[in-house]
């Protein structure tokens, strides 16, 4: 059946790493627009969801960099990061490896995939898994797209990816969801972060909400690399969302900069029963 | 230079727990298996945040660097700034 949810969020790590350090004003909000989204995905009754995420140096590196790359695994291990940091304790997250070998053999209809049995989740995953699915039953099929060092692929083919999806999962019997994770503008680990490009995180969030393709497809690298950050990158996955949602809007959550998770705290959520203007 | 072995290395030594305690215990013959300038060793050996940073490697790479050495945020941060100011660098 089509998909039954489309989302996308940040994933930064201070969200749950240094959760407190954000004054009330911003953290309340944002907090309660998560569990806004964790209300809407437990009402889409999943069978399982796709995580579209960007890696960290996690599972990939440049002697074999996957543009994309789909998990098959029956289970997942996460976080890599310690539980200090991220303060998330070590868990297992289902996978299911049939669906995810169906879902795969669709897709490469029309996009390359690389997969990948062995795939662990860093922050990328496990930040807005622990804030939507806690309990960790609800199956979850990764898709990492590179966001990490060029050549990427461009925004278009992001594009592209989530459109092969959408195809790929039409005539599944499984209820399925999509959620992003990732960007918008930031600066990780390195002595500007913290700083958010609110104006540029805006102009984004405004072609994802109205699922403006033409909009979408024209952000270039280097652009990104000035206004959004490297971190901006990973706008790659809120793209492939909008692909996946073949023209269908979006509703805003929330978007605000929350200097303490050194992002603006931006959540959106897909109207699929509504096509864009 | 070389910077991908420099990377690699680090992608290695954080990411492969087995490989990072080898590096722990004998930081000098673990590093001869890289393709490595003497002083790309040497800031690795020492854990030179800041001459890694003004190499180019992947600041999420040097961070995880950073967490195995126990280098706390601050003075990771205070270590790139460093960088920048010495190589004229505006943030």
Redesign the interface.
Known sequence: MPLVFAAAANHAPGITGRRYRAPEAEREPFFAAYAELKRKLDAARLDALVVIAAD???NF???NMPAFCIGLADRYRGPVE?SS?LKIEPTEVPGDQRLARAIAAGMMQEVDLSYSEELVFDHGVMVPLHLLTPDMILPVVPIFINC??GPRAPAARCYELGRALRRATAGLPERIGVLGSGGLSHW??????GRVNAAWDEEFLDAFLKNDRERLVAYRDDEIDAAGG?GGQEIRTWIAVAGAMEGRTSEKLIYLPIPAYAVGGCIAVGNLEKRAA | MSL?QV??FI?EAT?DRRLGDLFDRDPESFLTGYALTAREKTALAHLDIGTLYLMGV???????LA?KGKIHWPD??AA??RA?EAAGRE?
Not at chain 1, 188 to 193: I, Q
Not at chain 2, 58 to 64: E, V
């Open positions: 960290h140096f996690t590196f440049m002697n310690s940091l990490l060092t990780p680990a390195v002595p500007a972060s490297p | 991908y990377q690699k992608f990411g992947h600041p999420h790479l040097l961070l995880s967490v990771y941060i790139l700034q920048d943030v």
